[in-house]
């Protein structure tokens, strides 16, 4: 979580001083380029993070820890049922928070959302929010924090502390709630699917279908049969979800040694 941190406040520090001083600009203009100095900060930090992921895996294999051996490769069904299960993650989680804001009242993530999303492109916003920053937060906080962790403790507590983790990253009450639970699931997918890019997977689909709903939702509420629609993408996401479970937790059954 350091190197993304620390990437983070020297980008957008610098960031804010072109904005504010160089170009003369109020400093609430410092959203309006938000997405891309975020895009640039995640595209920096997997540098470094793939450096010590490599590294990490290394000593585990000179230690005894993994076998040195690679893994399989993933099917292409599995990569898709990932992605429709993080869509899922996030339809089921989104409603959680809709919940909890009724009781917290909290709007602040809204607003910061709508701001930084104002005037963007939903293609841009895919790229971004949808790609670029899932890869970037699996290298770390799955890849290194999940997988340190791993190193000294069960799986358990090794997801339960890293969910944690990437929830507070998030920065306020709401989404720290919401990213610890998907951030615990997708560490254990990670773990009983022994395939790294399956936490990646997930989160692209998470985020993905968290900004199609976003976009297009109301518009599909409001159409001929939309609430149908909707309710059958529900179960039908919802069967998806509970059928990758199971499916990954037999996965993870059968492979009796720890390779990631």
Sequence with gaps: MGIHFLISQIVGGIGIVILTRWMGMP????Y??????????????????????????????????????RVKGMK?????????????????????????????KSTEYQQTMEMISNGKGFWE??????????????FIFRW???????DYMKIAGAAVISGLIFGIYHGNLIQAIYASMLGMVFAYILEMSGNIWSCVLLHIGANVWS???????????????????????????????????YYFLNKGNKRKRRII
Excluded: C, H
Aim: glycine share 10%.
């Design 27 to 30: 400093a609430d203009a410092y």
């Design 32 to 69: 309006k380029y938000a997405i891309l100095m975020t895009g640039i900060t995640a595209i920096l930090s997997m540098i470094p993070a793939w450096f010590l992921y490599r590294r990490d895996q290394a000593l585990r294999i000179a230690g005894g820890v993994i076998p040195a051996e």
């Design 144 to 150: 290194l924090i999940y997988l340190r962790l791993r």
């Design 211 to 245: 900004l199609i709903i976003s976009q297009f939702g109301l518009e599909i509420v409001e159409s001929k049969a939309g609430t149908i629609l909707l309710f059958a993408a529900d179960m039908l996401l919802l069967i998806l979800m509970i059928g990758g479970l």
């Design 125 to 138: 916003l895919i790229f971004w929010m949808g790609i670029v920053a899932p890869v970037a937060e699996e």
């Design 76 to 104: 292409l069904s599995e990569g898709i049922l990932l992605l429709l299960m993080g869509a899922g993650l996030a339809q089921y989680g989104n409603v959680l928070v809709g919940f909890l804001q009724m009781f917290l």
